[in-house]
């Protein structure tokens, strides 16, 4: 097992606050689960322990890791409440709302038909792309997010939809560059416009994403392109300065002012670099159009009218064939088997 645990009980059990009845992890998160960055772990008195220290605690349902303070990606998104996939979804030209459709298809091919597999999303906010491999039938799933409150967001809706599903969901409040899950267990990772979060680590991020991977996993991943990041900033972020800006630093800040949040883009071939460089293999490459960008853009001005909602079916079509086969992609995706 990669957690030693110190009682007696086969599954951690803590008091939910605030209502009746006890919580639980599943039993077989306890064979996956290891201190951050692999190494061994034990539970005791309520508490993870790694090394003589306390680590971590299990808080209504929710494994929760210290993180060290300081990386201002984190703090930012711990500010608002982490990412709200779920609520701009329900706006139907927000970026987030034609993205995920594109996403669910991807996810669709790269699922298995063996839904005892182990499924890990890196990053996965609140829930957006984790939820349909529930839906799937998917047995073990664990999602892990650097904020907790996106977690218990995604944890009251999966409670709400099926309570059943929480014996196959794991989600772990913890830090992507140190992943708290043992070597070679998962069988397919997702990191999903997370890690470009990362920045100078993001190589770290991507390496834990490999070192849990079993032998012959796949790794799906999404991260933003150079022309996604210049269009960003000339629509939403600034306008044609703050564009040319970006091309000249090869910076991108997503926001404004004080909410500002640096981040990472890539070119095409300096990411297919990056992970081959971790050892992986690409099998399989696509994107996320930069339409959606710029439709999102034009709807949030009022541009579009309210005759374009009828449209929408036949737009995540094209979202979707766009994916495959255009040449303008607000993000890189990759397939990559370990």
């Known amino acids: 097992m990669a957690v030693e645990q110190l009682n007696s009980r086969p599954m951690a059990e803590v008091k939910r606050f605030g209502s009746s009845g006890s919580e639980q992890i599943p039993e077989w998160a306890w064979r996956v689960l290891a201190s951050p960055g692999g190494g061994p772990l034990r539970y005791r008195d309520g508490l993870f322990w ?3 220290q306390p680590i971590g605690r299990i808080e ?3 494994i929760r890791f210290n993180i060290s303070s300081g990386d201002p990606s984190t703090e930012y998104y711990r500010s608002i409440g982490g990412a709200h996939f779920h609520e701009r979804s329900a706006v139907a030209y927000a970026m987030t ?70 014996q196959r969901l794991v989600l772990i409040e913890c830090d992507a560059r140190m992943l708290p899950l043992a070597h070679d267990v998962a069988d397919r990772v997702l990191a999903i416009e997370s890690l470009y979060y990362l920045n100078e680590d993001y190589e770290k991020g991507l390496a834990q ?5 079993r032998p012959r996993a796949r790794l799906f991943l999404s991260d933003r392109s150079y022309e996604g ?42 990411l297919h670099e990056l992970v081959a460089a971790q050892g992986f293999q690409i099998v399989e490459t696509g994107g996320i159009s930069a339409l959606s960008l710029l439709l999102s853009f034009l709807s949030k001005s009022g541009r579009l009218g309210l005759q374009s909602d009828a449209y929408l079916p036949a737009v995540h079509q094209l979202l979707i064939d766009l994916g495959n086969t255009g040449c303008c992609s607000r993000c890189h995706v990759v397939i990559a088997a370990k």
């Open 60 to 62: 209504q349902g929710i």
């Open 50 to 52: 790694a090394a003589g």
């Open 97 to 166: 709302s034609l993205d995920t459709p594109v996403y669910h298809h991807y996810l669709r091919q790269f699922a298995t038909e063996n839904h005892d597999i182990l499924v890990v999303d890196v990053g996965g906010g609140d829930g957006r792309n984790a939820l349909p491999w529930l839906r799937w039938g998917f047995m073990r799933v664990v999602m892990v997010d650097s904020t907790a409150a996106a977690l218990y967001r995604f944890r009251a809706r999966v409670f709400a939809e099926n309570p059943e599903w929480l």
């Open 209 to 213: 994403c490999h070192r849990v991977m």
């Open 229 to 270: 990041a210049l269009l960003a900033r000339l629509l939403y972020h600034g306008g044609v300065g703050a564009m040319l800006e970006t091309a000249r630093s090869q910076e991108m800040w997503d926001g404004e002012d004080r909410t500002r949040v640096r981040t990472r883009f890539f070119l095409r071939q300096e």
